[in-house]
């Protein structure tokens, strides 16, 4: 009855009476199986109407309704707008706008809804339409040309602005925004997240228009202090490294970048708060490292992981926990990883020179693979610190060598334990970290550059392993792991037999068998 009430040649009273029904319905029944055939239709017809609306608050309330619709869509559906209706919202969105920016705000919703619909993570995915990524690119120029706050302003959250238009009335949402609902500021911080979700969903096929604005954003987030970049300016540039990556597996345009991002990251890392940009931080740093083409490049990248190293070496605890550590943890030891799997001589010089040498190193190593989930970072933790206690056990320095192998070996029967673990224990676990995203940020997954960091922890050679989906052949990595573990092990046997023959002993019944299945 409402897709008959909301079509083309009804009146325009009896289409505006159908927003006010429709909304409460969804609110109440918005899990209702009948949605499923209905949102498409109605998405369609409330964007016709679109077109005979002049009042900014009837704009509003209907613009509200698609992005409602379309964020229930994006969960199960594949809505796919038609270019017409995008070049409505597109000249709606050019249109003067004398009160609160609602409708901006409103338009920015729908067009992030929309490309949501594009996330790489789904299966099967809609690819995002020439004609959507075209406006939405329309709409982040103009949001960076005219909207852009001054840096005064400083650091902003844009989650009133995000959450402005899912509100019923345009008045309440106009009271959310608070002081920003007279200023540009909340648009520009939308703008960005709609740039954040185009990152993430388009193809690398289609980046050409992308490409040449990242010189540009690299130049705008330079001049400014560390203390007043945006929210997501530094997610902004790690998925356009991700992109950089794709179109170029060797990342040569990304060379000549490599100072203006390592002031950024430096920037940031020197702040005492250890919030989302000192974490993205440690991202960029693990994609340049990893792709640092010459010494000079390596040599700019380390200049900011030695004094990590320092740090690391000298003031963490593995018996604390880890929020007791100065930076992120987590994100730190994938840089190490990172260190080991693409330049593993230096990695090695560089870890046996701190406090506690190579065997030292090692033991943290391992003590941080305790604190650490993914399969992927855990595998790369343990195949750096094996490097190090074999590096320890050849140098003859002191320590108790024994001790750190069997604390690996250890870690070792831990991490398959966990890699065995099949069915639905993994698969709810799964579940429920892209239930957390999609709740809090209702942008698509951030599958490439998820992808590339958990690629930049593993030599080149095991790329193959990595999905498209930003998930990793889990089993593969283990098994590389585990060939590493014989190759050494089969090392200390031909210098020690007896050495060799207590550690095996030692060892869990999984690690035995792994050990028995790769050869040894």
């Given at each position: 009855?409402?897709q008959?009430f909301?079509?083309?040649?009804?009146?325009?009273a009896?289409r505006?009476a159908?927003l006010?029904?429709?909304?409460?319905?969804l609110?109440?029944?918005?899990d209702?199986?009948?949605?499923a055939?209905?949102?498409g239709?109605?998405?369609?017809?409330?964007l016709v109407?679109l077109?005979?609306l002049k009042a900014p608050?009837v704009?509003?309330?209907c613009?509200?309704?698609?992005?409602l619709?379309?964020c229930?869509e994006?969960?199960?559906?594949?809505?796919?707008?038609t270019?017409?209706s995008l070049?409505?919202?597109l000249?709606?969105?050019r249109?003067?706008?004398a009160?609160?920016q609602?409708i901006?705000l409103?338009?920015?919703d729908?067009?992030r809804?929309?490309v949501?619909m594009?996330?790489?993570?789904r299966?099967?995915?809609?690819?995002l339409?020439?004609?959507?990524?075209a406006?939405c690119?329309?709409?982040?120029?103009d949001?960076?040309s005219?909207?852009?706050?001054?840096e005064a302003?400083?650091p902003?959250?844009?989650?009133?602005?995000?959450?402005?238009?899912?509100?019923?009335?345009a008045?309440?949402a106009?009271?959310?925004l608070g002081d920003q609902?007279s200023?540009s500021?909340?648009?520009?911080?939308?703008g960005?997240v709609l740039?954040?979700?185009v990152?993430?969903?388009?193809?690398?096929?289609?980046?050409?228009?992308?490409v040449?604005?990242?010189?540009?954003?690299?130049v705008?987030?330079s001049?400014q202090?560390s203390?007043?970049?945006h929210d997501?300016?530094?997610?902004l540039l790690?998925?356009?490294c991700a992109?950089?990556?794709?179109l170029?597996?060797?990342?040569?345009p990304?060379?000549?970048h490599?100072?203006?991002?390592?002031r950024l990251?430096h920037?940031?890392?020197?702040?005492t708060?250890?919030?989302?940009?000192?974490?993205?931080?440690?991202?960029l740093?693990q994609?340049?490292l990893?792709?640092?083409?010459?010494p000079?490049?390596?040599a700019?990248?380390?200049e900011?992981l030695?004094?990590?190293?320092?740090?690391?070496a000298?003031s963490?605890?593995?018996?604390?926990p880890?929020?007791t550590?100065?930076?992120?943890?987590?994100?730190?030891l994938q840089v190490?990883?990172?260190w080991?799997?693409?330049?593993?001589?230096d990695?090695?010089?560089?870890f046996?020179?701190?406090?506690g040498?190579?065997?030292?190193s090692?033991?943290?190593?391992?003590?941080?693979?305790r604190v650490?989930?993914?399969i992927?970072a855990?595998?790369?933790?343990l195949?750096?610190a094996l490097?190090?206690?074999?590096a320890?056990?050849?140098?003859?320095g002191?320590?108790?060598?024994g001790?750190?192998?069997r604390?690996?070996l250890?870690?070792?029967?831990?991490?398959?334990?966990?890699?065995q673990?099949?069915?639905?224990p993994a698969?709810?676990?799964?579940?429920l970290?892209a239930?957390?995203?999609s709740?809090?940020?209702?942008l698509?997954m951030p599958?490439r550059?998820s992808?590339?960091?958990?690629?930049c922890?593993?030599?080149?050679?095991?790329?193959?392993?990595?999905?498209?989906?930003?998930?990793a052949?889990?089993a593969?990595?283990v098994?590389?792991y585990?060939?590493?573990?014989?190759e050494?092990l089969?090392?200390?046997?031909?210098?020690?037999?007896?050495d060799l023959?207590?550690?095996v002993?030692g060892?869990?019944e999984?690690?035995?068998?792994a050990?028995q299945?790769?050869?040894?």
């Amino acid at each position: 009855l409402m897709q008959t009430f909301l079509q083309q040649g009804c009146p325009k009273a009896v289409r505006l009476a159908t927003l006010g029904p429709l909304r409460e319905l969804l609110g109440r029944f918005s899990d209702h199986e009948a949605w499923a055939q209905a949102q498409g239709p109605l998405i369609d017809g409330c964007l016709v109407l679109l077109n005979d609306l002049k009042a900014p608050e009837v704009q509003w309330r209907c613009l509200n309704l698609v992005h409602l619709f379309l964020c229930e869509e994006a969960e199960s559906g594949r809505h796919e707008v038609t270019e017409h209706s995008l070049q409505r919202l597109l000249a709606l969105w050019r249109q003067p706008d004398a009160g609160e920016q609602l409708i901006c705000l409103a338009l920015l919703d729908v067009l992030r809804a929309l490309v949501l619909m594009s996330c790489r993570s789904r299966q099967p995915r809609l690819p995002l339409s020439p004609a959507l990524l075209a406006c939405c690119l329309g709409v982040v120029s103009d949001c960076y040309s005219q909207h852009r706050p001054s840096e005064a302003s400083g650091p902003r959250s844009a989650h009133g602005a995000n959450s402005a238009a899912l509100l019923a009335d345009a008045s309440i949402a106009a009271g959310s925004l608070g002081d920003q609902g007279s200023s540009s500021a909340t648009v520009f911080d939308s703008g960005v997240v709609l740039f954040l979700a185009v990152l993430r969903a388009v193809d690398a096929s289609q980046a050409a228009p992308l490409v040449g604005f990242f010189p540009q954003l690299l130049v705008h987030y330079s001049q400014q202090s560390s203390g007043a970049l945006h929210d997501g300016a530094l997610d902004l540039l790690l998925e356009y490294c991700a992109l950089y990556v794709e179109l170029a597996p060797g990342a040569e345009p990304l060379q000549p970048h490599y100072a203006s991002l390592l002031r950024l990251c430096h920037g940031s890392l020197q702040r005492t708060e250890k919030d989302r940009n000192c974490e993205v931080s440690f991202g960029l740093l693990q994609v340049l490292l990893a792709h640092a083409a010459s010494p000079e490049a390596l040599a700019s990248v380390r200049e900011l992981l030695a004094p990590l190293l320092v740090i690391f070496a000298s003031s963490y605890n593995p018996r604390g926990p880890p929020s007791t550590f100065r930076y992120p943890l987590h994100p730190l030891l994938q840089v190490f990883c990172t260190w080991h799997a693409r330049h593993p001589q230096d990695f090695l010089h560089h870890f046996s020179s701190v406090a506690g040498g190579a065997l030292g190193s090692g033991a943290l190593l391992v003590a941080g693979c305790r604190v650490t989930r993914p399969i992927v970072a855990r595998a790369s933790l343990l195949a750096a610190a094996l490097a190090l206690v074999e590096a320890a056990a050849a140098g003859g320095g002191t320590g108790d060598v024994g001790a750190v192998w069997r604390e690996l070996l250890s870690a070792t029967s831990e991490l398959l334990v966990t890699a065995q673990r099949q069915g639905p224990p993994a698969l709810l676990m799964q579940t429920l970290q892209a239930l957390k995203s999609s709740l809090a940020t209702k942008l698509p997954m951030p599958t490439r550059s998820s992808a590339e960091l958990q690629a930049c922890q593993l030599p080149r050679t095991l790329r193959s392993a990595l999905r498209d989906d930003g998930t990793a052949d889990e089993a593969a990595v283990v098994r590389w792991y585990v060939g590493l573990l014989v190759e050494s092990l089969r090392r200390l046997g031909s210098r020690s037999a007896t050495d060799l023959q207590a550690l095996v002993s030692g060892a869990s019944e999984q690690v035995r068998s792994a050990l028995q299945a790769a050869g040894l």
